[in-house]
């Protein structure tokens, strides 16, 4: 009897962090008149979460959104077509969505200064050029002087990401 000593040794291969704009700020979603104690769940990690806000919400292409996330467009794919099926699972079996989980880094802010009103402001990477200055409402806005911008390449991202959500 031969064994596959290749399928008995290997190991699953680390995931990579996934940088995200920010932690979902509601975090638990259940159906409407059922009681908690009688709900199962269905878990939906936060770079699951990023994809759907990314390529739903947005309206970003896989390519797009996998850049702000920092991974591979095929792995885009794969986080989202997993979102959407627990999605999927939720709403359609009546479960529980909590969103907890992953491994993660928080994209970096941006800043931005208006040239009529002097107003600065950050947000955070991967949200998208602001249209207006959210004090003055003029379009003449431009990155500050001392934005420093996302920092590191894709060789150092693995010594930044060290935050694993549970």
Known sequence: MLLNTKRLFSMARPKHCRRIASIPESNYF???????????????????????????????????????????????????ESAHKKVAESLVKGKALKIEGGVIEMASM???????????????????????????????????EDDKGYAGGVGRRQDRCHRRIQ
């Open 110 to 144: 941006r800043k931005f200064t208006c040239s009529d009103c002097r107003h600065s402001w950050e947000i955070p990477r991967g949200t998208g050029r602001p249209k207006d200055c959210p004090s003055c409402k003029n379009s003449t806005i431009h990155r500050a």
């Open 30 to 80: 259940k159906p409407r008149g059922i009681p908690l104690h009688m709900l199962d769940e269905v878990i939906l990690t936060v770079d699951e979460f990023e994809a759907i806000r990314l390529s739903d919400l947005e309206g970003l292409y896989q390519e797009q959104a996998a850049e702000n996330m920092g991974i591979s467009r095929q792995t885009f794919g794969r986080i989202i």
